[in-house]
Protein backbone atom coordinates (compact mmCIF):
# COMPACT_ATOMS: atom_id res chain seq x y z
CA UNK A 1 0.00 0.00 0.00
CA UNK A 2 0.97 3.22 -0.76
CA UNK A 3 1.30 5.46 2.81
CA UNK A 4 -1.19 8.24 3.31
CA UNK A 5 1.30 10.48 4.96
CA UNK A 6 3.61 12.77 3.13
CA UNK A 7 6.77 11.97 4.77
CA UNK A 8 6.06 8.39 5.33
CA UNK A 9 5.33 8.21 1.30
CA UNK A 10 8.32 10.01 0.48
CA UNK A 11 10.30 7.64 2.76
CA UNK A 12 9.10 5.19 0.87
CA UNK A 13 9.84 6.42 -2.61
CA UNK A 14 13.75 7.20 -1.25
CA UNK A 15 14.06 3.64 -0.80
CA UNK A 16 13.15 2.46 -3.97
CA UNK A 17 15.51 1.63 -6.75
CA UNK A 18 16.31 4.97 -9.00
CA UNK A 19 14.66 7.13 -6.01
CA UNK A 20 18.45 9.61 -6.89
CA UNK A 21 16.05 12.10 -8.34
CA UNK A 22 12.91 12.02 -6.91
CA UNK A 23 10.81 15.38 -5.59
CA UNK A 24 11.80 16.40 -2.24
CA UNK A 25 9.75 15.49 0.86
CA UNK A 26 8.68 19.53 1.33
CA UNK A 27 7.23 19.20 -2.59
CA UNK A 28 5.77 16.17 -1.51
CA UNK A 29 3.99 17.67 1.42
CA UNK A 30 2.91 20.95 -0.62
CA UNK A 31 1.53 18.87 -3.53
CA UNK A 32 -0.86 16.63 -1.16
CA UNK A 33 -1.52 19.86 -0.07
CA UNK A 34 -2.59 21.82 -3.13
CA UNK A 35 -4.40 18.85 -3.86
CA UNK A 36 -6.42 18.94 -1.35
CA UNK A 37 -7.34 22.43 -1.49
CA UNK A 38 -8.28 22.10 -5.70
CA UNK A 39 -9.82 18.84 -6.03
CA UNK A 40 -8.72 18.93 -9.53
CA UNK A 41 -10.79 16.62 -12.04
CA UNK A 42 -7.63 15.80 -14.27
CA UNK A 43 -4.18 15.84 -13.22
CA UNK A 44 -1.24 15.35 -15.47
CA UNK A 45 1.85 14.59 -14.07
CA UNK A 46 5.09 15.75 -16.21
CA UNK A 47 8.32 13.70 -15.13
CA UNK A 48 6.69 10.94 -13.66
CA UNK A 49 9.92 9.18 -12.70
CA UNK A 50 9.57 6.26 -10.59
CA UNK A 51 6.26 7.33 -9.51
CA UNK A 52 6.38 9.66 -6.15
CA UNK A 53 4.51 12.57 -7.35
CA UNK A 54 1.97 10.51 -9.51
CA UNK A 55 1.67 8.50 -6.04
CA UNK A 56 0.68 11.76 -4.10
CA UNK A 57 -1.89 12.52 -6.54
CA UNK A 58 -3.22 9.41 -5.98
CA UNK A 59 -3.68 9.10 -2.46
CA UNK A 60 -4.40 13.10 -2.29
CA UNK A 61 -7.07 12.99 -4.79
CA UNK A 62 -10.40 11.22 -6.87
CA UNK A 63 -8.50 12.79 -10.13
CA UNK A 64 -7.89 11.15 -13.34
CA UNK A 65 -4.03 10.49 -13.53
CA UNK A 66 -1.82 10.74 -16.77
CA UNK A 67 1.80 9.91 -16.09
CA UNK A 68 4.59 11.01 -18.62
CA UNK A 69 7.88 9.73 -18.56
CA UNK A 70 9.92 9.14 -21.20
CA UNK A 71 12.78 7.49 -19.99
CA UNK A 72 11.73 3.31 -20.48
CA UNK A 73 13.11 2.19 -17.04
CA UNK A 74 11.86 5.13 -15.55
CA UNK A 75 8.32 4.49 -16.63
CA UNK A 76 8.43 0.66 -15.92
CA UNK A 77 9.67 1.61 -12.60
CA UNK A 78 6.37 3.65 -11.84
CA UNK A 79 4.07 1.40 -13.06
CA UNK A 80 5.33 -1.74 -10.56
CA UNK A 81 5.81 1.09 -7.61
CA UNK A 82 1.89 2.31 -8.48
CA UNK A 83 0.53 -1.30 -8.83
CA UNK A 84 -1.40 -0.48 -5.29
CA UNK A 85 -3.17 2.56 -7.10
CA UNK A 86 -4.54 0.83 -9.45
CA UNK A 87 -7.75 -0.18 -7.41
CA UNK A 88 -8.83 3.22 -7.12
CA UNK A 89 -7.29 4.60 -9.83
CA UNK A 90 -6.51 4.07 -13.62
CA UNK A 91 -3.16 5.65 -14.29
CA UNK A 92 -2.92 6.60 -17.81
CA UNK A 93 1.39 6.12 -18.67
CA UNK A 94 2.29 8.20 -21.66
CA UNK A 95 6.14 9.04 -22.87
CA UNK A 96 5.08 12.39 -23.68
CA UNK A 97 2.03 14.73 -23.38
CA UNK A 98 -1.25 13.83 -25.63
CA UNK A 99 -2.38 17.07 -26.84
CA UNK A 100 -5.71 17.54 -28.90
CA UNK A 101 -7.35 15.39 -27.22
CA UNK A 102 -7.31 16.10 -23.31
CA UNK A 103 -7.30 19.23 -21.26
CA UNK A 104 -5.71 19.39 -17.74
CA UNK A 105 -6.94 21.54 -14.28
CA UNK A 106 -3.70 20.85 -12.84
CA UNK A 107 -0.31 20.17 -13.44
CA UNK A 108 2.41 18.50 -12.15
CA UNK A 109 6.27 19.64 -13.70
CA UNK A 110 8.91 17.53 -12.49
CA UNK A 111 10.99 16.63 -15.93
CA UNK A 112 11.71 18.37 -19.05
CA UNK A 113 8.78 16.27 -20.99
CA UNK A 114 6.60 19.12 -21.80
CA UNK A 115 6.64 21.43 -25.26
CA UNK A 116 5.49 24.65 -25.49
CA UNK A 117 2.37 24.29 -27.18
CA UNK A 118 1.31 21.73 -24.53
CA UNK A 119 0.53 24.79 -21.82
CA UNK A 120 -2.33 25.42 -24.58
CA UNK A 121 -4.39 22.25 -23.09
CA UNK A 122 -4.62 24.14 -19.52
CA UNK A 123 -7.86 24.81 -18.35
CA UNK A 124 -8.46 28.40 -17.21
CA UNK A 125 -8.19 28.95 -13.65
CA UNK A 126 -5.66 26.15 -13.67
CA UNK A 127 -2.91 25.63 -11.46
CA UNK A 128 1.03 24.35 -12.37
CA UNK A 129 2.77 22.75 -9.61
CA UNK A 130 7.05 22.98 -10.51
CA UNK A 131 8.97 20.73 -8.20
CA UNK A 132 12.77 22.49 -7.95
CA UNK A 133 13.14 25.36 -9.59
CA UNK A 134 12.90 24.83 -13.24
CA UNK A 135 13.89 28.43 -14.40
CA UNK A 136 14.24 27.90 -18.24
CA UNK A 137 10.75 25.70 -18.47
CA UNK A 138 9.14 28.53 -16.36
CA UNK A 139 10.48 31.22 -18.62
CA UNK A 140 8.82 29.55 -21.58
CA UNK A 141 5.54 28.76 -18.95
CA UNK A 142 5.36 32.37 -18.78
CA UNK A 143 6.15 33.83 -22.50
CA UNK A 144 3.46 30.98 -23.50
CA UNK A 145 1.10 32.11 -21.14
CA UNK A 146 1.93 36.17 -22.04
CA UNK A 147 0.92 35.21 -25.90
CA UNK A 148 -2.09 33.84 -25.15
CA UNK A 149 -2.86 36.75 -23.09
CA UNK A 150 -3.91 34.61 -20.02
CA UNK A 151 -2.88 36.18 -17.01
CA UNK A 152 -1.52 34.20 -14.03
CA UNK A 153 0.36 34.69 -10.78
CA UNK A 154 3.17 32.42 -9.22
CA UNK A 155 4.98 32.06 -5.70
CA UNK A 156 8.26 30.18 -4.67
CA UNK A 157 7.90 27.53 -1.48
CA UNK A 158 11.08 27.02 0.27
CA UNK A 159 11.55 25.19 3.28
CA UNK A 160 12.19 27.49 6.38
CA UNK A 161 14.67 26.56 7.58
CA UNK A 162 17.57 25.43 4.52
CA UNK A 163 16.23 27.56 2.13
CA UNK A 164 16.35 24.72 -0.36
CA UNK A 165 14.60 25.26 -4.57
CA UNK A 166 11.42 24.21 -2.65
CA UNK A 167 8.45 24.13 -5.33
CA UNK A 168 6.78 26.81 -7.53
CA UNK A 169 3.49 27.61 -7.90
CA UNK A 170 1.24 28.93 -10.51
CA UNK A 171 -2.70 29.91 -11.25
CA UNK A 172 -3.73 30.75 -14.42
CA UNK A 173 -6.59 33.72 -14.53
CA UNK A 174 -6.27 33.73 -10.70
CA UNK A 175 -9.27 34.58 -8.40
CA UNK A 176 -8.51 38.08 -6.22
CA UNK A 177 -7.89 35.86 -3.09
CA UNK A 178 -4.89 33.60 -5.08
CA UNK A 179 -3.66 36.64 -6.09
CA UNK A 180 -3.60 38.18 -2.46
CA UNK A 181 -2.18 35.29 -1.29
CA UNK A 182 0.65 34.35 -3.66
CA UNK A 183 1.58 37.99 -2.96
CA UNK A 184 1.37 37.51 0.53
CA UNK A 185 3.82 34.11 0.00
CA UNK A 186 6.30 36.33 -2.04
CA UNK A 187 6.93 38.59 0.66
CA UNK A 188 7.21 35.62 3.46
CA UNK A 189 9.72 34.37 1.10
CA UNK A 190 11.78 37.56 0.30
CA UNK A 191 11.89 37.89 4.16
CA UNK A 192 13.23 34.21 4.84
CA UNK A 193 15.97 34.68 2.12
CA UNK A 194 16.88 37.95 3.78
CA UNK A 195 17.50 35.94 7.43
CA UNK A 196 18.96 33.28 5.70
CA UNK A 197 21.60 35.10 3.60
CA UNK A 198 22.54 37.09 7.13
CA UNK A 199 22.99 33.41 8.48
CA UNK A 200 24.51 32.45 5.91
CA UNK A 201 22.72 29.81 4.44
CA UNK A 202 22.95 28.71 0.95
CA UNK A 203 20.38 29.60 -1.39
CA UNK A 204 18.32 27.33 -3.70
CA UNK A 205 20.22 24.45 -3.57
CA UNK A 206 18.37 20.97 -4.28
CA UNK A 207 17.67 19.00 -0.93
CA UNK A 208 15.87 15.37 -0.48
Known amino acids: MIPSDPAKLHAHFAALPGSEQIASAFAVEGLAFW ?11 VGAGIGTLTAVIAAWSQAEIVAVE ?3 WCLA ?4 NLRACWSAHEILFYD ?5 YMSWDFIVLDGPQVRR ?3 QALEPHGLIFIEGGRRGQRA ?3 AELR ?4 PFCRAHYKPADDRSKGYWLYVVEPLLWERALLAGVRLREWGRD ?3 RLRGVAMGKRRR
Open 77 to 80: QARL
Open 140 to 142: HLE
Open 194 to 196: LRG
Open 96 to 100: KIPSG
Open 70 to 72: DDP
Open 117 to 119: EDW
Open 147 to 150: AMKR
Open 35 to 45: LTVRDPKRVCD
